[in-house]
């Protein structure tokens, strides 16, 4: 369990704000803050790694005190076993792919780096450096150089930020996949819902230094009450069924929509089908929807 209790004083750009957050991360759950830029993520990221200290806090990491302020405990960064992956992937420039893994690692183990390059399709480029790779691929070896720390947390900083949509969506699946693989506790920063809804177990929104929401995607993002008609353009992400009905849930730009299919839209539709969704009437219950491809 990754118990996580602080309060910070920020600089806004709309002023001071106190940054307080309380977590409890179950092992193996694939955390995500999310909120807009300025609400406390980043910071809550770095206090985690010993990088930035609270006002006050406590922080335990499966069962060991890394920060107490009442009883001035305060264990510093590099004792901490956290992988952190930022934005602009921070390899070292003059190291290739296999020399900046082998800086990761504190006991030398050639044959785990040869698995790992061999899980993330870059053992051919093993012996190249940072500059003669793709974005795509610097970030698949940060992402491996976090892994290969053992780390107790992984915490992500909107890795993919910078990279197109179809490079993002590939790298969430090296995510997924090296989150399930080696069963971390990830911790990841993000403001892409569509992202979010595809990798995050539970996930808690950040607004001012506060958490306004938690709980899982759905919880948290869909509003099943609202009445009013509308039309979109999404992608389906997920199909369930619940009970004796199958919901589809759908984004459309950085939203979540839930939708009620029928069985002869499951027959049609899949994940990844772009649709149209439109509510009939004043029943948000009852939609129809029309396969954009096969239109």
Same mark, same amino acid.
């Given at each position: 369990?990754?118990? #996580?209790?602080?309060?910070?004083?920020? +600089?806004?750009?709309?002023?001071?704000?106190?940054?307080s957050v309380n977590l409890e991360i179950r092992p193996?759950?694939? %955390?995500?803050?999310?909120?807009?830029?300025?609400?406390?993520? /980043? /910071?809550?990221?770095?206090?985690?790694?010993?990088? +930035?200290?609270?006002?006050?806090?406590?922080?335990?990491?499966?069962?060991s005190v890394w920060l107490d302020s009442v009883r001035g405990i305060n264990i510093p960064a590099r004792k901490r076993r956290v992988g952190f992956v930022f934005q602009d992937y921070?390899?070292?420039?003059?190291? /290739?792919?296999?020399?900046?893994? #082998?800086?990761? %690692?504190?006991?030398?183990?050639?044959?785990k780096i040869d698995d790992l390059l061999d899980l993330i399709d870059l053992a051919t480029l093993a012996d190249r450096y940072p500059s003669m790779l793709s974005g795509g691929q610097q970030q698949r070896v940060a992402l491996a150089r976090a892994v290969l720390r053992e780390p107790e947390i992984l915490l992500l900083d909107?890795?993919?930020?910078?990279?197109? %949509?179809?490079?993002?969506?590939? #790298? %969430?699946?090296?995510?997924?996949?090296?989150?399930?693989?080696?069963?971390?506790?990830?911790? #990841?920063?993000?403001?892409?819902?569509q992202e979010v809804f595809k990798l995050s177990d539970k996930v808690a929104f950040l607004e001012k230094g506060g958490i306004i929401r938690e709980g899982s995607v759905l919880d948290v993002f869909l509003n099943r009450?609202?009445?009013?008609?509308?039309?979109?353009?999404?992608?389906?992400?997920?199909?369930?069924?619940?009970?004796?009905?199958?919901?589809?849930?759908?984004?459309?730009?950085?939203?979540?929509?839930?939708a009620v299919l029928t069985e002869k839209d499951i027959r049609h539709l899949m994940p990844g089908d772009e649709v149209l969704v439109a509510s009939?009437?004043?029943?948000?219950?009852?939609?129809?929807?029309?396969n954009v491809r096969n239109s």
């Open positions: 369990m990754v118990v #996580l209790e602080v309060k910070k004083t920020l +600089a806004g750009s709309d002023g001071p704000f106190d940054l193996g759950t694939l %955390q995500t803050l999310y909120g807009k830029s300025g609400s406390g993520k /980043t /910071t809550i990221l770095r206090i985690l790694a010993g990088l +930035a200290t609270p006002d006050t806090g406590y922080i335990e990491v499966h069962g921070s390899l070292f420039p003059k190291m /290739t792919v296999r020399e900046n893994l #082998l800086f990761a %690692q504190n006991k030398k183990n050639s044959r909107e890795p993919l930020s910078a990279l197109d %949509q179809k490079m993002r969506a590939k #790298l %969430q699946d090296e995510i997924l996949r090296l989150h399930k693989e080696f069963n971390l506790t990830t911790i #990841l920063v993000s403001h892409d819902k009450n609202t009445s009013n008609k509308f039309s979109f353009a999404g992608t389906i992400l997920s199909i369930r069924k619940a009970d004796c009905i199958y919901l589809a849930v759908i984004g459309s730009g950085n939203e979540l929509f839930e009939k009437a004043f029943n948000p219950v009852v939609m129809k929807l029309e």
